[in-house]
Antibody
């Protein structure tokens, strides 16, 4: 069965970076991309971007351009999302999801807390 | 960017009620619309895609319709497990910018 398993919760200081992983199983990793979606506490869903697991092509949300990098490791079927220059408003649960929408499979979410 | 506006933002209803949630896009999205259900502390769950196609395993009391800029999610007879927050998402944009609506919280009356 398809599974996306994300890394554990992180606490970071403002200005730091965080790298969240998403390990895929149960399907051919390179046949789909991985999207990232975040959700601030009590808020709605925000699409962050997408990476092709086939060729590494990326599309990022404009507001995150320059601060976010998405990568994949096809040898371990793992996708990564790195967010730099963290601010308090980056505090959120970060989800990975399979492919481009519609998102049929999601990771369990990773809470990233940015606090001094 | 395509903006998605959901209404209402919250809704109180009773078990057995029929409810409708609407989603309006700032431009036509050619039925490139998905609906998700999210319960507290959980990842969203895909309910419908292509505006009206039911995801495998989703109960038939959920249905979707619409075209152009206006879309609706209907739950024909609310069950206790349906009380959750619902989001629409467009996936029409090129280059990709797959925006979500702001969500509709469905609460028990």
């Amino acid at each position: 069965q398809v599974q996306l398993v994300q890394s554990g919760a992180e606490v970071k200081k403002p200005g730091a970076s965080v790298k969240v992983s998403c390990k895929a199983s149960g399907y051919t990793f390179t046949s789909y991309g991985i999207s990232w979606v975040r959700q601030a506490p009590g808020q709605g869903l925000e699409w962050m971007g997408w990476i092709s697991a086939y060729n590494g092509n990326t599309n990022y949300a404009q507001k995150l351009q320059g601060r976010v990098t998405m990568t994949t490791d096809t040898s371990t079927s793992t996708a990564y999302m790195e967010l730099r220059s963290l601010r308090s408003d980056d505090t959120a649960v970060y989800y990975c999801a399979r492919g481009i929408p519609p998102f049929d499979y999601w990771g369990q979410g990773t809470l990233v807390t940015v606090s001094s | 960017d395509i903006q998605m506006t959901q209404s209402p933002s919250s809704l109180s209803a009773s078990v057995g009620d029929r409810v409708t949630i609407t989603c309006r896009a700032s431009q036509g999205i050619s039925n490139s619309l998905a609906w998700y259900q999210q319960k507290p502390g959980k990842a969203p769950k895909l309910l419908l895609y292509a505006a009206s196609r039911l995801e495998s395993g989703v109960p038939s009391r959920f249905s979707g319709s619409g075209s152009g800029t206006d879309y609706t999610l209907t739950i024909s007879s609310l069950q206790p497990e349906d009380f959750a927050t619902y989001y629409c998402q467009q996936y029409y944009s090129t280059p990709p910018m797959y925006t979500f609506g702001q969500g509709t919280k469905l609460e028990i009356k």
